[in-house]
């Protein structure tokens, strides 16, 4: 008589999951192991680990024939985290688990030859969709446990080996839990007081720690402009609870997660080099398309550094994610979509030579212009601030500048009153704040907005660059305390725009 058991695992497609249904029927024809259900090879080579995992586990195998069937069929499945849900789903068919205990729960893992359970990626984003879809019980590998901890709402269990999650479902033996929830330590961020003058882009930096906005620094080399971008992340707010789980579900997928403290509320900084492939920068890969840099920089920072010498084809694939604050990676089996609301730190020197005095530029003016062509308008159009670097002149004790806690006060200020602001509209920060609902909802009077109307009559303004003018001027009307812009605030957030070309 042919036997038939179900259990259930996690599907992954980006961070998002989809709870699959394994089920497994023995009996009916030549022994023999069949894989259906759009498997991918890591997941078709699981029937060798699965069939060693349980011999070597002291467990019998059936030796008549299997078919293990994964549902929804028309969903690509891919990894091995399905090993310890099709171990058990053919062990419950030949009588050796029973389904009930099967029932509701969510089993992951892979399976290591001996039967040990191997970590695997992606179990926060597995678990928030086993949540979703209404299963109340989640075995991992233990090693993963503290990852686990993030998800409240269901039980949560850890196993070494395959033994001990079968001796659980027997009821036999107890499985180890979930302790509290570690937060990562957060290591003192270098100061802003060590940067030696440089007050305009300082400014700059607070304008855009302040509002969420993208700020481009140009200057000789030896000027600070990556002192300063490290030391954007002192500035910013710690990310709330929502945020903070969907970096640490991004960071899982990507395999970056740490073990030891996986809930991190300090906002990411992420700094590729120009090296870096477009995969990298954006997500990709063969097979399953991962998380590039941009995603791991969610709610954070990207910092591009000589971002003259990226590729254009690199810069350009910017343009997407700045806007939509997501990134789509289209597939043959589908469209994989992951986070990236991110801010854009761009660092440049003023030509390819790089002297440390602009009089002792060698570059034809040919050059010049290619070398910061590479940055295209429209990338440039969707960069809010621009600051000019100065020649060091004078070694100034450090400290001559405000500290990092001062600066954050008023930028925290800031951020709070416009998250007042726009709260039941549900956005965050100034930067959000499409542009359509600041010309009319959130309107300023004809005689604040002049300055943009005569920019965009002279053609020195696109409709986009005006909207990002109008949201840094409401950043700037946050950091002086006031209710809203002013015509001289408005005319300071064009300024900002223009000081990268001064």
Same mark, same amino acid.
Request: some cysteine; overall charge positive.
């Given at each position: 008589m042919a036997g038939l058991a179900r259990a259930w695992s996690v599907a992954l497609r980006g961070v998002d999951g989809q709870v699959v249904e394994i089920e497994a029927a023995i009996g009916g024809g030549l022994p023999g192991i069949h894989l259906v259900g759009l498997p991918d090879a890591a997941l078709h080579e699981s029937k060798d680990r699965v069939r060693a995992a349980v011999v070597n586990s002291g467990r019998g195998w059936p030796n008549e024939r299997i078919v293990l069937a994964l549902s929804p069929a028309t969903l690509r499945k891919t990894g091995s985290s399905f090993d310890v849900a099709l171990a058990?789903?053919?062990?419950?068919?030949?009588?050796?688990?029973?389904?009930?205990?099967?029932?509701?729960?969510?089993?992951?893992?892979e399976l290591a030859l001996d039967g040990r359970l191997r970590p695997v990626r992606g179990v926060l984003p597995c678990l928030l969709a086993a949540r979703s879809a209404g299963l109340h019980r989640v075995v991992v590998p233990a090693a993963t446990l503290p990852e686990a901890a993030l998800v409240d709402g269901l039980e949560v269990f850890g196993a070494e080996t395959l033994n001990e999650v079968l001796g659980w479902l027997a009821g036999d033996v107890a499985l180890r839990r979930p302790g509290a929830v570690v937060a990562g330590e957060r290591a003192a961020p270098p100061d802003l007081g060590d940067v030696m003058g440089q007050t305009d882009a300082r400014n700059a930096l607070e304008v855009a720690a302040a509002g969420g906005h993208h700020l481009l620094m140009i200057g000789p080399?030896?000027?600070?402009?990556?002192?300063?971008?490290?030391?954007?992340?002192?500035?910013? /707010?710690?990310?709330?609870p929502e945020a903070a789980l969907q970096l640490a579900a991004i960071r899982s997928v990507a395999g970056r997660l740490p073990g030891d403290g996986p809930l991190s509320t300090v906002? /990411?900084?992420?700094? /590729?080099?120009?090296?870096?492939?477009?995969?990298?920068l954006i997500g990709g890969g063969s097979g399953t398309a991962r998380p590039g840099a941009v995603s791991l920089a969610h709610r954070g920072v990207l910092f591009l550094d000589e971002c003259p010498e990226f590729g254009p084809h690199l810069l350009e694939s910017l343009r997407t994610p700045l806007e939509e604050g997501e990134v789509r990676l289209a597939r043959a089996e589908g469209t994989v979509r992951y986070p990236a609301r991110f801010q854009l730190i761009l660092a440049a020197n003023p030509c390819p030579c790089a002297p440390a005095r602009d009089r002792d530029c060698i570059c034809p003016a040919q050059a010049r212009r290619r070398y910061l062509g590479r940055l295209s308008g429209p990338l440039l159009d969707r960069v809010d601030l621009r600051a000019r670097m100065q020649p060091v002149t004078a070694l100034t004790a450090s400290g001559d500048g405000e500290c990092t806690a001062t600066v954050r006060a008023r930028v925290l200020a800031a951020r709070a009153a416009a998250a007042a602001r726009w709260s039941e509209h549900g956005w965050q920060t100034n930067a959000e704040v499409p542009g359509?609902?600041?010309?009319?909802?959130?309107?300023? /009077?004809r005689s604040a907005t002049r300055p943009l109307d005569a920019g965009l009559r002279a053609g020195e303004l696109t409709a986009r660059g005006a909207d990002r003018a109008l949201r840094v001027a409401w950043t700037l009307s946050d950091l002086q305390g006031l209710d809203r812009p002013r015509r001289?605030?408005?005319?300071?957030?064009?300024?900002?725009?223009?000081?990268?070309?001064?």
């Open positions: 058990c789903c053919v062990l419950a068919a030949g009588g050796a688990v029973g389904q009930q205990a099967l029932d509701r729960t969510v089993l992951l893992g080399p030896g000027t600070g402009k990556t002192m300063l971008a490290q030391r954007i992340v002192g500035l910013l /707010p710690e990310l709330g906002a /990411p900084f992420v700094a /590729p080099h120009h090296s870096t492939s477009m995969a990298a359509p609902a600041l010309r009319t909802r959130f309107a300023l /009077p001289d605030t408005v005319e300071n957030a064009l300024y900002f725009r223009d000081r990268g070309a001064a």
